[in-house]
């Protein structure tokens, strides 16, 4: 796990989402141990892929409430709708664990507007919406983007993608500046990921 800048390393410790659902129900840490226990995790898609629904099932049997959304991030109806849902639940938001994200690897020489709308959805107007966004949740602890080591290597054929999470790096150092709370990852892709450039 890096930051990327050294402003952020400066920010307070933030916890981050487990990218992988807890394994015994009787972990210590489970969500169920937080007075807070209450998740929305939103799709662009909705929940059907098994992964997804098994994940939101894990942290149900942990005993979190869970209340899921289907909305794009990348849109200001999008955002408008997953902060209803939070605000319905008329618990306090403890933090945000942003991690929408896309592809559409091709050669800088070919590459069009629509390659790089297509990764700035999530990556750049999503983050930038729910940046302004969560300005109405003062209560705020974290605020977490997945990024990526792309936007710091910067691969052949992922331009976009290294901007997008660059934008992302680059908020979060402002977020800290300013006070509030907020950390990039940049995560390294694993060995079979789909985020490996091609
Ligand atoms: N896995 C890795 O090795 C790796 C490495 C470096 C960084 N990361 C970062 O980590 C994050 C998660 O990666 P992952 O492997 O879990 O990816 P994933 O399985 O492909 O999941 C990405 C999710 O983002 C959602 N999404 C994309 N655009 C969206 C939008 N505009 N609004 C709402 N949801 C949107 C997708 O939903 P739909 O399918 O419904 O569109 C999908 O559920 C990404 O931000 C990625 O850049 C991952």
Wanted: glycine residues 10%; hydrophobic residues 45%; contains cysteine.
């Amino acid at each position: 796990m890096t930051t990327s800048r050294p402003a952020a390393r400066r920010g307070r410790a933030q916890p981050c989402a487990d990218r992988q659902p807890a394994r015994s129900p009787q972990r210590a840490d489970s969500p169920s141990a937080h007075p807070m226990a209450r998740a929305h995790p939103a799709q662009r898609g909705g929940f059907r892929c098994h992964g997804r629904m098994t994940a939101v099932r894990t942290l149900r049997a942990l005993g979190a409430t869970v209340a899921t959304v289907q909305a794009d991030v990348g849109t200001a109806d999008g955002v408008a709708r997953i902060m209803a849902a939070v605000r319905e639940s008329g618990r306090p938001l403890g933090g945000l664990v942003h991690a929408a994200g896309a592809l559409a690897d091709v050669p800088i020489s070919g590459m069009t507007w629509e390659h790089l709308d297509s990764v700035f959805e999530s990556k750049v107007y999503g983050t930038l919406l729910l940046d302004q966004a969560l300005a109405g949740f003062p209560e705020l602890r974290f605020f977490v983007g997945f990024s990526s080591l792309s936007a710091v290597i910067g691969p052949v054929g992922q331009a976009n993608y290294a901007a997008g999470n660059a934008f992302l790096d680059e908020l979060m150092v402002r977020r800290v500046d300013a006070g509030l709370p907020g950390l990039a990852v940049d995560w390294a892709p694993g060995p079979r990921s789909a985020w490996r450039p091609r």
